[in-house]
């Protein structure tokens, strides 16, 4: 017995019906099965066998959890040839791609499989030549035959074959491209190796598509279709969508349709075809893969980092469910680093698909990465509720790590008014740590555990990692302090080590001087020294070019391989790549390099010729405000959004009625909620934000503020408290309770 198969999803019914009505007349004696990978086709019944996917021995469930629909109604193909081919009395399997249809007995296909084990029709029999669409490079992607059809005899080798085609399309039946997979299709360039014999049927009568059309005479006689005069066996419609009979396929431009040609003939009889069999209802039909029982989307990144689990032995047997869910959103251990912010498991996925530039192996960029995804989740191929569970994990970090120890001041409050208290922390302090470091210091348990005893390992670490992350501002340090840096940058080199912890030291030198120290605000008395030599011009090369250029030239073999600067065309090509990523690997922000470097004719040509790396977001500066809020947690940041811009001290960011908002310039008042001790430490963030404000009040519950005494250094940053009752203290009391949020 001979089985003619294939395989569908329901939104494909229409085209199914179509082929298998096209067997029912050319191939009546065949066994024709439709296998249905998402739920019952009942409509198909009257014209074939349709069978549930779950019993062809695939871990269906699983495959429908980390592939998509094209993934996982391709992989399930070896495994329902090995079914068949299985099945006593079956003698061949042969297997259709549901949008072919045939017009003559498969006398061909039955021929090849009389000489051969196998048979397979080859993409090309000659070359694609030009840039239309496909060329011969598209196609060496998808494979050299075309797996849309396939035909295969019972018996042992061929059925070994099929259990090794199974093996690797449980995991490696994915569209991508860049790692040379697509599909089941391109495992099967090694086929011919795997059986006895193999049949590679050319004529161009089947299997008939927009990829071999090219320079073949279609024509329509008495005796049906041809094709350079031979009778046409079967067209593959791939591509082809039935509203809109006028194109060919959406996979090419390669072949146009003439009106009143044969070809448009042909395309209309078919789509004419696929809507009295349903098209219109069956297309809208939504795949049953597509959501977790909460009706949420699953996501491509999803998908990708269950496959990675799956691969690893994680069992998906149940398919999408409640769990699965709950498992994407959940802490990935694979990227979790001790003392630093957990990344869910979407988060990890998106972050290797996706270059970013963001680092995961120091906090300045996690913490980067955690407020570029939230904002930017559905962008990047999550969705929101992958963007709430990120902003979950960051806030749990944060509540471990803010937690306040008044003590590491150890020397009295400012007393004077409030508008001082930034000036205060510039005033040299008792002892050698930077009062502006000190309010780090003690509103953070993890920068204590750290840094105790080390003042100038804090330093390095609030110049590095918390100015970059906008928690810092360097303008606080004391005159003495800055002085002492620019005559020994040693602190700044170790600044740059921990904000980009493995680099090497030509990365450490750029980054100290043209990476972080643009992204975390230097002034220019501490860049200068750092930046001078290497902008000196390069030695033998013409402008642009400068030494920093050279320095990364010279670092690297590659490089002075690929661009051996001897022509103007190499020199511009070096520039195409530092434009293109190279400044960046090494940690060099382009916008920190001199006019006369950036502004250059072939800088600037460099820069338009190139895909350049995505830079980090940087942070926004809004208007004017009457009021900022500044609260402790997510939740009550979010009540508090609803009426007013607040800025959310544990996660670093601002939100408005609207969402994610851009830091104001200006605050007529700022309203402080956190706790009085963590009051320093927050109005740090904010200059360092570019926020400034013309009052300040502490707005503290009774509790709260019975805690105040003359020791209290955040009430420095503040104008008066408003609290039901306060004790006596150095700021003024409005004796009202606090605003909820």
Avoid at 113 to 132: I, R
Avoid at 338 to 343: K, R, T
Avoid at 663 to 686: G, S
Wanted: hydrophobic fraction near 50%.
């Amino acid at each position: 017995m001979d089985v003619i198969f294939t395989i569908i999803s329901r939104n494909y019914a229409a085209q199914a019906a179509t082929l298998m009505e096209s067997l029912a007349v050319h191939e009546p004696k065949a066994r024709r099965v439709v296998v249905a990978t998402d739920g019952p086709i009942p409509q198909l019944a009257r014209l074939a066998e349709v069978v549930d996917a779950r019993g062809m021995g695939a871990p269906y469930a699983a495959m429908s959890v980390y592939y998509d629909a094209l993934e996982l109604n391709t992989a399930v193909k070896p495994y329902v040839f090995r079914h068949f081919l299985t099945e006593p009395g079956v003698t061949s399997a042969t297997y259709l791609d549901p949008d072919i249809l045939v017009f003559r007995p498969l006398d061909a296909v039955r021929a090849g499989l009389a000489e051969a084990q196998l048979a397979l029709t080859p993409h090309l029999t000659k070359p694609l030549l030009g840039s239309a669409m496909p060329n011969d490079h598209a196609i060496l992607q998808s494979g050299s035959f075309n797996l849309g059809f396939c035909a295969a005899r019972a018996e042992p080798k061929v059925v070994d074959l099929m259990g090794w085609w199974a093996d690797r399309c449980e995991f490696d039946c994915r569209v991508d491209l860049k790692n040379g997979l697509f599909t089941d299709q391109r495992w099967m360039d090694l086929s011919p190796g795997f059986v006895d014999s193999l049949a590679i049927l050319r004529t161009p009568t089947l299997n008939l598509a927009y990829w071999n059309l090219e320079g073949r005479s279609l024509a329509k006689t008495a005796d049906g279709w041809a094709v350079d005069g031979e009778p046409l066996a079967f067209f593959h419609f791939s591509g082809f969508d039935p509203a809109r009979p006028d194109v060919l396929s959406k996979h090419q431009d390669r072949v146009r349709v003439t009106p009143g040609s044969p070809l448009a003939e042909l395309l209309a009889d078919y789509a004419a075809a696929m809507l009295k069999n349903g098209h219109e209802t069956s297309r809208a039909i939504p795949y049953a893969h597509l959501k977790f029982p909460s009706g949420r989307l699953i996501t491509p990144a999803m998908r990708r980092r269950a496959l990675r689990a799956a691969r690893d032995g994680k069992d998906f047997s149940a398919g999408l469910t409640a769990a699965v869910e709950a498992w994407v959103d959940a802490p990935d251990p694979e990227a979790a680093l001790a003392g630093l912010p957990d990344v869910t498991r979407t988060m990890d996925q998106v972050w290797r698909d996706i270059p970013t530039g963001f680092q995961l192996d120091h906090e300045a960029g996690r913490l980067g990465f955690h407020q570029f995804f939230a904002e930017h989740a559905v962008t990047l191929g999550a969705d929101a509720v992958s963007g709430s569970a990120a902003e979950a994990l960051l806030a749990a970090w944060r509540s471990g790590a803010r937690e306040a120890d008044p003590t590491v001041w150890g020397e009295a409050p400012w007393r004077g008014p409030a508008a001082g208290a930034l000036d205060w922390l510039r005033e040299p302090s008792a002892d050698r740590t930077p009062r502006a470091a000190k309010a780090l210091l003690a509103a953070r348990a993890d920068l204590r555990a750290k840094f105790a005893g080390d003042p100038a390992g804090l330093i390095a670490w609030c110049l590095g990692a918390e100015a970059a992350a906008g928690r810092f501002a360097p303008d606080l340090l004391p005159a003495n302090v800055i002085d002492g840096l620019a005559r020994d940058p040693a602190p700044l080199l170790a600044a740059a080590r921990l904000a980009e912890p493995g680099a090497n030291d030509l990365k450490r030198r750029l980054s100290a001087g043209f990476g972080v120290a643009a992204r975390a605000g230097w002034p220019a008395s501490l860049t200068d020294a750092l930046r001078g030599p290497f902008l000196e011009a390069a030695p033998a090369q013409p402008a642009p070019f400068i030494r920093l250029f050279l320095e990364i030239w010279e670092s690297r073999v590659d490089l002075q391989r690929l661009f051996p600067l001897r022509s103007a065309a190499e020199r511009f090509k070096f520039l195409r790549w530092l434009a293109g990523g190279g400044l960046a690997e090494y940690g060099v922000e382009f916008d920190a390099l001199p006019a006369s470097v950036r502004l250059h004719p072939q800088m600037q040509l460099a820069r338009l010729t190139v895909r350049q790396r995505q830079a980090a977001a940087r942070p926004a500066v809004g208007a004017r405000v009457a009021e900022l809020w500044v609260v402790e947690g997510a939740e009550l940041a979010a009540e508090a959004a609803a009426d007013r811009l607040v800025y959310e001290a544990m996660a670093g960011r601002f939100l408005g009625p609207a969402g994610p908002a851009a830091a104001p310039a200006q605050a007529d008042l700022v309203r402080f909620l956190v706790h009085p001790d963590l009051v320093p430490a927050d109005a740090i963030a904010l200059h360092s934000r570019g926020v400034r404000w013309t009052r300040a009040v502490g707005v503290w519950d009774g509790e709260v503020a019975g805690g105040l005494n003359g020791d209290t250094v955040g009430l420095s940053f503040v104008d008066e408290v408003w609290a039901p009752a306060a004790p006596a203290s150095f700021r003024p009391v409005r004796g009202q309770a606090p605003v909820a949020a």
